[in-house]
């Protein structure tokens, strides 16, 4: 976490609509409340999101969203990951769930089997 936190190209912001992170906390946790607020008055691109709710409320405030999964087949893409098999083993490991049709799916997308 210190690399993280030391980080150059990292920017921390604050939320300036407490209020709607607030209302938004019914739904999620406190960082993902954030994080779509945030998302929103920042006008961001993307906002990474794995989780279903969510990914339900970003969309719901027209922000488009990236998954994990979505980050993993760009770095494929741009040839920073070589083994996607490998590193869905890794998430696994570590308690992230994918499906056997996620995994298909981006690898359809990327043109690999």
Avoid: H, P
């Avoid at 954030?34 to 969510?54: I, S």
């Avoid at 994990?68 to 087949?73: I, K, R, S």
């Avoid at 494929?76 to 298909?104: A, H, M, P």
């Amino acid at each position: 976490m210190k690399e993280v936190a030391s980080a150059s190209w990292i920017i921390r912001m604050e939320v300036q609509n407490r209020l709607a992170v607030s209302m938004l906390q019914v739904d999620l946790d406190r960082g993902e409340a954030e994080a779509v607020v945030l998302a929103k008055e920042m006008g961001a691109d993307y906002l990474l999101l794995d989780e279903k709710k969510a990914r339900r409320v970003a969309r719901n405030s027209e922000i488009r969203i990236m998954g994990t999964v979505g980050v993993l087949g760009l770095a494929v893409k741009k040839g920073l990951i070589s083994n996607l098999d490998d590193v869905f083993c890794k998430l696994e490991q570590n308690s992230f769930r994918l499906t056997e049709e996620v995994k298909k799916k981006i690898k359809e997308e990327i043109d690999i089997q």
